[in-house]
């Protein structure tokens, strides 16, 4: 199944959080401080990757946790349009044929991995961005 995993990882998962990141970004780029500091002749580079992208990344990399479980079941339609073997496809002919052992279980498989996911993009927010940490109220 690994061999098959770069087809619905480009598919999939790049042109969700590519369009993502653009719409975050174009957001960013129209801010006062954005304008600001391109007024004060910083380079457009160090411009980009200074202050915008590191805004905009947050939900990019939030969005990831969502991502995974889409990946490994190939997002059903477009595994069976390609004849993937992933879990997308089995779920359906699971489904179909209710066959509910098998569905329940890949249902349960993918919601485990939408979990393990989602822990994954936060351990990633707290590093990319130290603003978001867990406070405890006094």
């Not at 480009?10 to 957001?27: F, K, N, S």
């Not at 991502?67 to 190939?74: A, D, F, M, Q, T």
């Not at 993937?84 to 496809?89: S, Y």
């Amino acid at each position: 199944m690994l061999k098959h995993l770069p087809i619905p990882v480009i598919v999939i998962g790049t042109a969700g959080l590519i369009r993502v990141m653009r719409g975050c970004l174009l957001d960013e780029l129209r801010k006062q401080y954005v304008i600001t500091a391109r007024a004060k002749g910083v380079a457009e580079r160090v411009l980009l990757f200074k202050y915008p992208v590191r805004v905009a990344i947050n939900p990019v990399i939030s969005t990831i946790g969502w991502e995974l479980p889409g990946i490994v079941s190939g997002e059903t339609i477009t595994a069976i349009v390609s004849s993937l073997p992933t879990t997308g496809p089995l779920l359906f002919r699971a489904l179909m044929a209710q066959d509910m052992y098998l569905a329940g279980s890949t249902v349960m498989f993918l919601t485990f991995l939408t979990v393990v996911g989602t822990f994954i993009s936060d351990l990633l927010l707290v590093w990319v961005d130290p603003r978001i940490r867990f406070e405890r109220s006094a």
